[in-house]
């Protein structure tokens, strides 16, 4: 295992993070299971872990919690707020009001006294970003938390929560989780090299985009149980119904990277996952095993690196700044609703 400093902290965390996403009812439902994964991750120097308080609804910082008994001064510990965690609509979101509230809620689900690094989830757009770097920084001065991130901001609201920590003397947003990998580099033209500019640290999510990259998806292959894409996976659990891969455009780039990955002599994986840890501005990429199979296929290939010429063709695919067709950020952005977009009539 690698390590790297993150962003300006001094801190050194292993080139992978341990999400916990899976950990739960969204996955793996056995606690004691999820336990063993998370111990044979740090056994195998994993030191950095990240989860959310929406994971499951509370239930994976609840294993997590369990996990680090007796552990948790070797782990930096990462999990997020933001999401909806009730019908209420002010349990959610950066308002001070729902920060203060859920950082013992998360404290308590994940036995311990300080959270590492902790996240707004997505970019509040009805919240001035001052109110919530104060709340943060307020946890910070309050020993809560040691650091403060974000996570999916687009590259103009990056800038913007540095100028205003600056301007009104906040602590600053020292981390930023992007979604990244071969499928989506539009994040290369502005928040990666925003992030490299304000010495910021860079966690991606879904590095593997969802195990297309895993090679769970391929061309007249049956979709395996328990994939995202099954019958009875996480999307269609999310959806209620079953999601048609049969004529997606992304299965061709498959073969088309696989074939890539075969001239290297790596396998499909550890292409996705040296792809990302190349860029400058990457420090830890965040893999989610479900099983310990998983973990142990996604840490055997940890260290591989990837040459000029493998960069050089997976360019030619994908190529940069762009995104592969159907790639789902998740980020709404209000700017592009029609009341926003369109002048009302006089």
Avoid at 170 to 190: D, K, L
Wanted: charged residues 25%.
């Amino acid at each position: 295992m690698q390590y790297r400093v993150l962003g300006s902290t001094g801190v050194e965390v292993s080139t992978q993070c341990l999400g916990t996403m899976m950990f739960g009812a969204m996955g793996n439902t056995d606690h004691d299971d999820c336990v063993r994964i998370i111990h044979k991750a740090i056994d195998e120097g994993i030191n950095f872990i990240d989860t959310a308080d929406v994971y499951s609804f509370g239930e994976s910082e609840t294993i997590v919690g369990k996990a680090l008994e007796g552990r948790r001064d070797n782990v930096v510990l990462a999990t997020k707020f933001f999401n909806p965690m009730d019908s209420d609509r002010n349990q959610r979101g950066g308002s001070r009001r729902w920060i203060m509230k859920e950082i013992d809620n998360s404290l308590r689900r994940l036995n311990t006294d300080y959270i590492d690094l902790y996240q707004i989830h997505r970019p509040d757009f009805t919240v001035d970003l001052d109110e919530t770097l104060g709340a943060l920084s307020d946890l910070v001065t309050a020993g809560k938390i040691r650091y403060l991130g974000s996570s999916t901001f687009p590259a103009d609201w990056m800038v913007e929560a540095q100028w205003a920590a600056e301007r009104r003397n906040r602590e600053r947003f020292i981390c930023e989780q992007p979604q990244y990998s071969i499928f989506a580099r539009s994040v290369e033209v502005a928040v990666l090299p925003t992030a490299l500019r304000y010495n910021m640290g860079v966690i991606p999510w879904s590095p593997l985009s969802g195990g297309w990259l895993a090679g769970k998806y391929r061309k007249n292959v049956e979709i395996a149980s328990g994939s995202r894409y099954s019958a009875d996976g996480m999307l269609a659990k999310w959806s209620g119904r079953t999601i048609d891969i049969s004529n997606d455009p992304r299965l061709d780039l498959v073969e088309e990277l696989a074939l890539v990955a075969e001239k290297a002599n790596i396998s499909l994986p550890a292409l996705g996952l040296a792809f990302v840890n190349a860029h400058p501005a990457v420090t830890s990429a965040i893999i989610g095993p479900r099983t310990m199979e998983q973990l142990e296929d996604l840490i055997s290939i940890s260290d591989v690196t990837l040459d000029t010429a493998t960069l050089d063709a997976i360019d030619k695919i994908v190529p940069p700044g762009t995104d592969a067709p159907r790639v789902e950020h998740y980020l709404p952005n209000p700017g592009l609703l029609p009341e926003n977009r369109r002048r009302s009539p006089q």
